[in-house]
């Protein structure tokens, strides 16, 4: 068996869809460069949309941290969830 068989057998147990990694799976990181030049153009030209938006992330993130009815340690845990994470890319897409 060459090195070339080894990957590409499919009854590796690491090639099951369970257990690709994140980023195979298509999990994007927020490695992004901020374009300033960019921004500086929705702050001039756009400002409403982009204080709608920064307002609707704020929000998002002071009702996930702030509920009252939760241990502090679960609102931690979901500011970690997928809707905190969706807001975040929304806005992080919006301002790149």
């Known amino acids: 068996m060459t090195s070339n068989d080894w990957w590409n057998n499919s009854t590796q147990p690491f090639n099951t869809p369970q257990a690709r990694s994140l980023l195979s799976s298509g999990w994007r990181s927020l490695n992004r460069q901020l374009d300033v030049g960019f921004l500086w153009q ?3 030209n ?5 204080s709608r938006k920064t ?8 009702i996930t ?3 009252k009815e939760y241990e ?12 905190t994470r969706y807001k975040l890319d929304e806005y992080w897409n ?3």
């Open 46 to 50: 756009d400002s409403s949309e982009l």
């Open 65 to 67: 941290l702030g509920r």
């Open 72 to 83: 502090w340690w679960a609102n931690l845990l979901s500011f970690f969830s997928d809707n």
């Open 42 to 44: 929705l702050v001039w």
């Open 55 to 62: 307002a609707d992330l704020l929000s998002e993130v002071a």
């Open 94 to 96: 919006y301002i790149n």
